[in-house]
C-alpha cells in the first residue's frame, strides 16, 4: 500500500496547522511547527486568497492527513458516513475516530497513529480477544481492545504510556488501564469528543459537487 514516508512537519506546515502527525510529541517543545511556521516551497512565493473549492480542498487534505489514510480510503469512509443517520460530517469523524490505529492512539498505547499502526500490522494488538491486524478496522461499541500478552513490557509501549500520561487525558468515550495494558469502547465518539479544529461542513460540500 502507498504511503507518505516524508518529513511529517512539513504536512503541518503545509496545512498550516498543528496535525499531530508525531503524536504526543507535537505537544512538547519539539513540535517542528513551533520551529519553523512558513509554507514549505520558495520563500518568495505567497499564498493568495483561496478560492471556494480551494478551501474545501484543503480541509479535506487536513483531515485526511491527520488521520493518515488515503485518499481511496477516505472516499469509501465519506460513502459510508452518506449512509448512516444524522449528519454526514459528524459521521465521517466518528468512523475516522473508529479506526483501531487511532483507537490505539486515543487510549495512549502509542505515541503516535503512524506508531499505532506499527503495532497493529505487527500483530502486536486485540480486539475482543483475536488479534487484528488490519490497521482500518472499525472498532464498536463495548469492543475490548488489549495489547498482545507477550507485547505488553516492550519499551516502545511502556514509553509511549509515559509519555501519553504527562501530555494528555484519555477521550470521554473510552476506558483506559494502563496497567493491565487494555481499554473498552464505552460509547460510539460523538463529534463533541473530536477536538481538533475541523469543518466538515466544507468536505461534505466539495463531494456533494
Not at 41 to 60: F, V
Not at 105 to 123: E, K, L, N, T, V
Not at 179 to 185: D, I, L, P, R, S
Request: aromatic share 6%.
Amino acid at each position: 500500500m502507498a504511503k507518505y514516508t516524508g518529513p511529517k512537519c512539513k504536512i503541518c506546515r503545509r496545512e498550516g496547522v498543528q496535525l499531530m502527525l508525531k503524536g504526543q510529541r507535537c505537544l512538547t517543545e519539539k513540535c517542528g511547527l513551533k520551529k519553523k511556521k512558513n509554507v514549505p516551497g520558495k520563500i518568495a512565493k505567497r499564498r493568495g486568497k483561496l478560492s471556494e473549492y480551494g478551501a474545501q480542498l484543503r480541509e479535506k487534505q487536513k483531515i485526511r492527513k491527520t488521520y493518515g489514510v488515503l485518499e481511496k480510503q477516505f472516499r469509501l469512509m465519506f460513502a459510508e458516513a452518506t449512509r448512516m443517520k444524522g449528519m454526514t460530517g459528524a459521521n465521517m469523524l466518528s468512523l475516522l475516530e473508529r479506526r483501531l490505529d487511532n483507537t490505539l492512539y486515543r487510549m495512549g498505547f502509542s505515541a503516535s497513529r503512524s506508531q499505532a499502526r506499527q503495532f497493529i500490522q505487527h500483530g502486536h494488538v486485540n480486539v475482543n480477544g483475536h488479534r487484528v491486524d488490519v490497521s482500518s478496522f472499525v472498532v464498536g461499541e463495548n469492543d475490548e481492545i488489549s495489547m498482545a500478552e507477550d507485547f505488553k513490557e516492550n519499551a516502545i509501549l511502556t514509553e509511549a504510556i509515559k509519555l501519553s500520561k504527562a501530555v494528555s487525558a484519555k477521550p470521554e468515550w473510552l476506558d483506559v488501564d494502563f496497567e493491565k495494558k487494555n481499554g473498552k469502547v464505552l460509547r460510539l465518539p460523538r463529534r463533541e469528543d473530536i477536538l481538533m479544529n475541523f469543518n466538515e461542513q466544507l468536505v461534505v460540500e466539495l463531494y456533494s459537487k
